[in-house]
């Protein structure tokens, strides 16, 4: 059965329990089991994202495919992706404190970290790289330090 789980997610990405159970015929009770069975294998993922009352299930790999299921967002937290998918990199103090608020709450999609005390998010596919390259080295400014300021996932190129 976890096999089947697992092949299921290679085809299909990003599921809800409900689409496990229909696809094993099982229970959503039974389905959640393998599912948690599974996390603990570090087989599947889980978003912090819920769709009803239930997380996203995913392959390590598939973050990205998380994009997908972001029209689920409600209020300040879809005003937050949609601000911080557009521009990859955001200086925390420069935003409005609701999107500072929502900004913690998206952790699939704003990842913070700091440069010399300051807390800068970027998107899930933007790497800090980057934004030391455009930003800092225009500017001639040195970056002494930058620090993950809460370990999420990383993102992983989805196969």
Known sequence: IKEKILEFFK?????????????????ILFASAFLSELIAEKKLKYSSMKIGNSPLYFLPGQENLLENFSENLKGKEKEAFSLIKGKKFLKDSDTEPAIRVALREIKDFAFPFKIDEEIYWRYLTADESEFIETKFKESG???????????????????
């Open 141 to 159: 400014k040195v970056v002494h330090k930058i620090q993950v300021v809460e370990k999420r996932q990383k993102p992983v190129e989805a196969k």
């Open 11 to 27: 085809a299909n990405g990003p599921s809800l329990p409900v689409h496990i159970a229909k696809e094993t015929d099982l229970s």
